[in-house]
């Protein structure tokens, strides 16, 4: 009776331990539901409240817009910023403009960058210029672009300035207030978009900068062309190293002999003459070295072209800057050429003058009379 007793109350333990781990894992398994229901429940109220945020911004009248005030504009969030819509974009007065920190600048969107009115692009600050982002510069229309005032030039980075689409041309106004890094920053792709009224707007000082870039590429192109030479040199070792292997394998195959000629004479040296064997050994060694100047002329030929893919990239740079400043040079003195000419037509002039005024004053009849009685 003592021992089933004992047997019922151990079984009722396991039974009660394994209920309450049960419990313990429902609990957990619930535990770990309502922390999911919580979480979509957040989710789908930042997505409500976005949504609202969104909604209460483009709702905003024009008259509205205009009367944020210098505490509220520096306020507007991450979210709010990209929820104005292009009237409102329109509707920002200088004072407002001026008031987004540099923080929120790179907030507007692609698509509200392009819907600054032309009349507000002068109202950015220097370092709003400097806070867009290389991905609102592209967006920025041809129209806006020869709003930007010489004082707000010199604020765009050199990232930025790599960032200009051929879409986007500057004015032969704004050019000479282009800094010389700016002007250094200047991508190959983007000069060859320069055209001759842009040209011949660079200043003396963005030119040296020019010159100053060609002669960097010059030695960097004669450096590349040094590193082929050498590679070329390399590489035709190896196919004539190549080559005289492959030469070396057929007369070795040719002096291969008969199975039975071969065993006799290793028969009659006792062991230590096998011809075919010390061939064969020579032919392997041989064609192991063929693969391994395989490879190496392989690598040797991949390096060679990315060489050459990098030297023909600097040199297309190189030839455009060279055109570019010939081409600056050319137009500066052809300009130069017709200022010198009407100086000389103008002082031929003004000596005509002195003759005509002195002939009035020798002759008693004035200059008119003499040609008015010319038949």
Known sequence: MEQQES???TSSNELKSKIEIGQEKLQKKKDKLIKLQNEAETVSVSKETKKGIVEQIAAFTEIQIKALTKKQIPALTSEQIPAFIQQQIKALREDQIQEFAEAQIPHFTKEQISYFRKKQIPWFTDWQITWL???QIPAFTSEQIPH???EQIPSFTTKQIKNFTWKQPFTAEQIPHFTKEQIAAIPPIQISWFHDDQIQALTIEQIQVFNEKIK?????????????SNYIDVITDAIFKITSLLEENVSLEKQKIGNFKNFIFWMLSCGSVNTNKRIEKKLNKNKKEIQEKTNERTDLKIIFENISLERKKINDELNNLIKLTELWKNINDKKNSIKNTSQDKEFSCSKFVQEINALELTSQTPVNDHVQNLP
């Open 7 to 9: 047997k019922t109350q």
């Open 216 to 228: 960097v590429l010059d030695k960097e192109v004669e450096k590349r062309t040094i590193i082929l």
């Open 133 to 135: 982002t290389t991905e």
């Open 148 to 150: 930007f005032t010489k």
